[in-house]
Protein backbone atom coordinates (compact mmCIF):
# COMPACT_ATOMS: atom_id res chain seq x y z
CA UNK A 1 0.00 0.00 0.00
CA UNK A 2 1.88 3.15 -1.13
CA UNK A 3 1.04 6.48 -1.06
CA UNK A 4 2.78 8.30 -3.43
CA UNK A 5 2.37 10.15 -7.12
CA UNK A 6 -0.60 11.58 -4.97
CA UNK A 7 -2.46 8.32 -5.40
CA UNK A 8 -6.10 8.62 -4.15
CA UNK A 9 -5.95 4.54 -3.31
CA UNK A 10 -5.05 4.92 -0.08
CA UNK A 11 -6.41 7.78 1.34
CA UNK A 12 -9.42 5.79 2.34
CA UNK A 13 -7.26 3.70 4.60
CA UNK A 14 -5.36 6.43 5.93
CA UNK A 15 -8.63 8.27 6.70
CA UNK A 16 -10.87 4.94 8.43
CA UNK A 17 -7.60 4.79 10.72
CA UNK A 18 -7.27 8.80 11.74
CA UNK A 19 -11.54 8.47 12.23
CA UNK A 20 -10.66 5.02 14.05
CA UNK A 21 -8.25 6.63 16.93
CA UNK A 22 -10.53 10.15 16.85
CA UNK A 23 -13.25 7.66 17.64
CA UNK A 24 -11.18 5.67 20.38
CA UNK A 25 -10.46 9.31 21.91
CA UNK A 26 -13.78 10.63 22.14
CA UNK A 27 -15.23 7.20 23.77
CA UNK A 28 -12.23 7.53 26.44
CA UNK A 29 -12.71 11.04 27.87
CA UNK A 30 -15.84 10.07 27.67
CA UNK A 31 -15.55 8.51 31.04
CA UNK A 32 -15.50 11.79 33.64
CA UNK A 33 -12.41 9.90 35.31
CA UNK A 34 -10.56 9.78 32.66
CA UNK A 35 -11.29 13.23 31.57
CA UNK A 36 -10.74 14.97 34.89
CA UNK A 37 -7.17 13.09 35.04
CA UNK A 38 -6.38 14.25 31.67
CA UNK A 39 -7.32 17.91 32.29
CA UNK A 40 -5.37 17.76 35.78
CA UNK A 41 -2.36 16.20 33.72
CA UNK A 42 -2.61 18.26 30.83
CA UNK A 43 -2.85 22.04 32.45
CA UNK A 44 -0.24 20.78 34.92
CA UNK A 45 2.01 20.47 32.25
CA UNK A 46 1.60 23.97 30.97
CA UNK A 47 1.93 25.26 34.74
CA UNK A 48 5.56 23.97 34.85
CA UNK A 49 8.55 25.91 32.20
CA UNK A 50 9.76 22.60 31.50
CA UNK A 51 7.19 21.88 28.75
CA UNK A 52 7.96 25.12 27.17
CA UNK A 53 11.92 24.25 27.11
CA UNK A 54 10.77 20.92 25.51
CA UNK A 55 8.72 22.32 22.91
CA UNK A 56 11.17 25.04 22.21
CA UNK A 57 13.99 22.20 21.93
CA UNK A 58 12.06 19.94 19.98
CA UNK A 59 10.87 22.80 17.09
CA UNK A 60 14.80 24.20 17.46
CA UNK A 61 15.98 21.07 16.23
CA UNK A 62 13.73 19.33 13.90
CA UNK A 63 13.48 22.94 12.23
CA UNK A 64 17.63 23.35 12.66
CA UNK A 65 18.68 19.69 11.14
CA UNK A 66 16.38 20.09 8.38
CA UNK A 67 17.89 23.40 7.47
CA UNK A 68 21.93 22.64 8.52
CA UNK A 69 22.18 18.96 8.37
CA UNK A 70 19.08 17.59 6.40
CA UNK A 71 20.05 20.06 3.21
CA UNK A 72 16.63 21.29 3.09
CA UNK A 73 17.35 24.18 0.83
CA UNK A 74 20.15 22.73 -1.17
CA UNK A 75 18.30 20.08 -2.94
CA UNK A 76 16.23 20.26 -5.91
CA UNK A 77 13.83 17.05 -4.28
CA UNK A 78 11.02 19.01 -2.89
CA UNK A 79 10.45 16.18 0.14
CA UNK A 80 10.20 16.44 3.74
CA UNK A 81 11.54 12.48 4.04
CA UNK A 82 15.28 12.76 4.19
CA UNK A 83 15.69 16.50 5.42
CA UNK A 84 12.70 16.61 8.22
CA UNK A 85 11.14 12.90 9.76
CA UNK A 86 14.37 11.44 9.61
CA UNK A 87 15.71 13.20 12.78
CA UNK A 88 12.08 12.35 14.34
CA UNK A 89 12.90 9.44 16.31
CA UNK A 90 16.55 10.74 16.98
CA UNK A 91 14.50 13.51 18.80
CA UNK A 92 12.14 11.63 20.30
CA UNK A 93 14.65 9.35 21.92
CA UNK A 94 15.48 11.96 24.30
CA UNK A 95 12.94 14.14 24.35
CA UNK A 96 9.59 12.16 24.50
CA UNK A 97 11.12 10.43 28.06
CA UNK A 98 11.85 14.08 29.24
CA UNK A 99 7.80 14.62 28.81
CA UNK A 100 6.58 11.27 29.97
CA UNK A 101 9.39 10.69 32.81
CA UNK A 102 6.93 12.28 35.53
CA UNK A 103 3.89 10.86 34.77
CA UNK A 104 4.84 8.06 37.80
CA UNK A 105 7.72 8.50 39.15
CA UNK A 106 6.70 12.28 40.47
CA UNK A 107 3.52 10.89 42.18
CA UNK A 108 5.47 7.87 43.11
CA UNK A 109 8.22 10.79 45.19
CA UNK A 110 5.37 12.70 46.05
CA UNK A 111 3.48 9.94 48.05
CA UNK A 112 0.49 10.86 45.97
CA UNK A 113 0.12 7.59 43.91
CA UNK A 114 -1.48 6.12 46.91
CA UNK A 115 -3.74 8.93 47.31
CA UNK A 116 -4.93 8.98 43.65
CA UNK A 117 -5.28 5.37 43.97
CA UNK A 118 -7.80 5.39 47.03
CA UNK A 119 -10.06 7.99 44.82
CA UNK A 120 -12.89 6.31 43.10
CA UNK A 121 -10.60 5.95 40.06
CA UNK A 122 -9.52 2.43 38.81
CA UNK A 123 -5.87 2.32 37.89
CA UNK A 124 -6.27 1.89 34.16
CA UNK A 125 -8.56 5.32 34.13
CA UNK A 126 -5.40 6.95 35.56
CA UNK A 127 -3.11 5.60 33.30
CA UNK A 128 -5.34 5.99 30.11
CA UNK A 129 -5.97 10.06 31.27
CA UNK A 130 -2.00 10.60 31.98
CA UNK A 131 -1.04 9.30 28.79
CA UNK A 132 -3.58 10.85 26.83
CA UNK A 133 -2.58 14.31 28.46
CA UNK A 134 1.76 13.78 27.14
CA UNK A 135 0.22 12.37 23.68
CA UNK A 136 -1.65 15.72 23.34
CA UNK A 137 1.08 17.83 24.44
CA UNK A 138 3.09 15.83 21.60
CA UNK A 139 0.48 16.41 19.27
CA UNK A 140 0.53 20.27 19.59
CA UNK A 141 4.52 20.16 19.71
CA UNK A 142 4.04 18.72 16.06
CA UNK A 143 1.73 20.63 14.98
CA UNK A 144 4.08 23.83 15.31
CA UNK A 145 5.89 22.38 12.57
CA UNK A 146 3.53 23.03 10.02
CA UNK A 147 5.05 25.93 9.03
CA UNK A 148 8.23 23.76 6.98
CA UNK A 149 4.94 22.02 5.26
CA UNK A 150 3.57 25.17 3.88
CA UNK A 151 7.68 25.94 2.90
CA UNK A 152 8.30 22.46 0.91
CA UNK A 153 5.06 23.34 -0.50
CA UNK A 154 6.05 27.06 -1.89
CA UNK A 155 9.32 25.80 -3.24
CA UNK A 156 7.94 23.19 -5.06
CA UNK A 157 5.73 20.71 -6.25
CA UNK A 158 5.68 17.40 -3.36
CA UNK A 159 3.60 14.39 -2.85
CA UNK A 160 1.18 14.50 -0.62
CA UNK A 161 0.85 11.22 0.41
CA UNK A 162 4.61 10.92 2.39
CA UNK A 163 3.77 14.15 3.80
CA UNK A 164 1.05 13.09 5.71
CA UNK A 165 2.14 9.80 6.41
CA UNK A 166 5.02 11.21 7.43
CA UNK A 167 3.22 12.97 10.05
CA UNK A 168 1.08 9.67 11.09
CA UNK A 169 4.89 8.31 11.76
CA UNK A 170 6.15 10.33 13.68
CA UNK A 171 2.95 11.10 16.17
CA UNK A 172 3.09 6.96 15.79
CA UNK A 173 6.36 7.14 17.23
CA UNK A 174 6.10 9.44 20.12
CA UNK A 175 3.11 7.67 21.86
CA UNK A 176 5.64 4.30 21.64
CA UNK A 177 8.23 6.34 22.95
CA UNK A 178 5.74 7.85 25.95
CA UNK A 179 3.91 4.49 26.68
CA UNK A 180 7.75 3.11 26.94
CA UNK A 181 8.55 5.59 29.36
CA UNK A 182 5.26 5.28 31.43
CA UNK A 183 6.18 1.77 31.91
CA UNK A 184 9.64 2.36 33.13
CA UNK A 185 8.27 5.67 35.22
CA UNK A 186 5.38 3.19 37.20
CA UNK A 187 8.89 1.14 38.19
CA UNK A 188 10.83 3.82 40.08
CA UNK A 189 10.39 6.87 41.98
CA UNK A 190 13.49 8.78 40.41
CA UNK A 191 12.63 10.99 37.40
CA UNK A 192 16.42 10.65 36.51
CA UNK A 193 16.51 6.81 36.41
CA UNK A 194 13.23 6.95 34.55
CA UNK A 195 14.58 9.40 31.94
CA UNK A 196 17.81 7.54 31.43
CA UNK A 197 16.52 4.02 31.69
CA UNK A 198 14.04 5.32 29.11
CA UNK A 199 16.19 7.04 26.58
CA UNK A 200 18.64 3.74 26.64
CA UNK A 201 15.03 1.71 25.99
CA UNK A 202 13.79 3.94 23.55
CA UNK A 203 17.65 4.18 21.69
CA UNK A 204 18.13 0.33 21.76
CA UNK A 205 14.15 0.17 19.84
CA UNK A 206 15.73 2.83 17.20
CA UNK A 207 19.13 0.94 16.45
CA UNK A 208 17.96 -2.55 16.07
CA UNK A 209 16.11 -1.81 12.69
CA UNK A 210 18.81 1.02 11.63
CA UNK A 211 19.86 -0.05 8.57
CA UNK A 212 23.57 0.63 8.66
CA UNK A 213 23.51 -1.63 11.65
CA UNK A 214 21.20 -4.38 9.86
CA UNK A 215 23.16 -4.74 6.79
CA UNK A 216 26.57 -4.38 9.50
CA UNK A 217 24.80 -7.59 11.72
CA UNK A 218 23.89 -9.91 8.49
CA UNK A 219 27.45 -9.52 6.96
CA UNK A 220 28.73 -10.46 10.45
CA UNK A 221 26.42 -13.26 11.57
CA UNK A 222 26.44 -17.01 9.86
CA UNK A 223 23.92 -17.16 6.80
CA UNK A 224 21.37 -19.29 9.12
CA UNK A 225 21.42 -16.41 11.63
CA UNK A 226 19.82 -14.14 9.32
CA UNK A 227 16.55 -14.84 9.69
CA UNK A 228 16.56 -14.00 13.43
CA UNK A 229 18.58 -10.84 12.87
CA UNK A 230 15.49 -10.06 10.54
CA UNK A 231 13.09 -10.98 13.27
CA UNK A 232 14.82 -8.51 15.97
CA UNK A 233 14.96 -5.75 12.88
CA UNK A 234 10.91 -6.06 12.88
CA UNK A 235 10.61 -5.48 17.00
CA UNK A 236 12.44 -1.79 16.06
CA UNK A 237 10.41 1.53 16.46
CA UNK A 238 12.64 3.00 13.33
CA UNK A 239 11.86 -0.31 10.99
CA UNK A 240 7.92 0.60 11.08
CA UNK A 241 8.67 4.50 10.96
CA UNK A 242 10.47 4.61 8.00
CA UNK A 243 8.74 2.94 4.95
CA UNK A 244 5.98 5.45 6.30
CA UNK A 245 7.56 8.60 5.86
CA UNK A 246 8.34 7.52 2.15
CA UNK A 247 4.21 7.53 1.70
CA UNK A 248 4.01 3.52 2.25
CA UNK A 249 1.08 3.42 4.30
CA UNK A 250 0.90 -0.49 5.83
CA UNK A 251 -1.75 -0.98 8.36
CA UNK A 252 0.90 -3.52 10.43
CA UNK A 253 2.99 -0.88 10.53
CA UNK A 254 -0.31 1.12 12.36
CA UNK A 255 -0.71 -1.87 14.28
CA UNK A 256 2.38 -2.47 15.82
CA UNK A 257 2.66 0.82 17.12
CA UNK A 258 -0.68 0.75 18.82
CA UNK A 259 0.56 -2.45 20.20
CA UNK A 260 3.33 -0.88 21.70
CA UNK A 261 1.30 1.86 22.89
CA UNK A 262 -1.05 -1.35 24.72
CA UNK A 263 1.44 -3.28 26.00
CA UNK A 264 3.24 -0.25 27.51
CA UNK A 265 0.01 1.03 29.44
CA UNK A 266 -0.98 -2.76 30.57
CA UNK A 267 3.12 -3.32 31.91
CA UNK A 268 2.13 0.16 33.93
CA UNK A 269 -1.37 -1.14 35.24
CA UNK A 270 0.58 -4.51 36.11
CA UNK A 271 3.21 -2.17 38.04
CA UNK A 272 0.52 -0.11 39.34
CA UNK A 273 -1.50 -2.97 40.99
CA UNK A 274 1.65 -4.67 42.72
CA UNK A 275 2.59 -1.40 44.27
CA UNK A 276 -1.50 -1.02 45.58
CA UNK A 277 -1.44 -4.58 46.78
Same mark, same amino acid.
Given at each position: ??????????????????????????????????R?????????Y???????????????????F????G??????????????????????????????????????????????????????? @?????? +???? &? *??????? /? !?? #?? $???????????????????? @?????? +???? &? *??????? /? !?? #?? $??????????????????????????V?????????????????????????M?????????????????????????????????
Amino acid at each position: MKLVDNSLSQWPALLAMLVLFAGILVYALRDRHIRSIFKREFLAYFNSPVLYVIVVIFLLTTMGFAFLFGAFLDGDNASLTGSFFFWHPWIYTVLAPAVGMRLWSEEHRLGTVELLMTMPVSPWQ @AIVGKF +LAAA &A *VWFIGLT /L !TV #SI $VFTVYYLGEPDTGPVITGYV @ASYLYA +LGCL &A *VTSAISA /L !TR #SQ $VVCFIVSVATCLLALLIGYPQIVDFAVRSVPAWMESGVRAIEYLSFYTHFSDMTKGIFVFKDVLYFVSVAVVGLLITDLALRSKRA
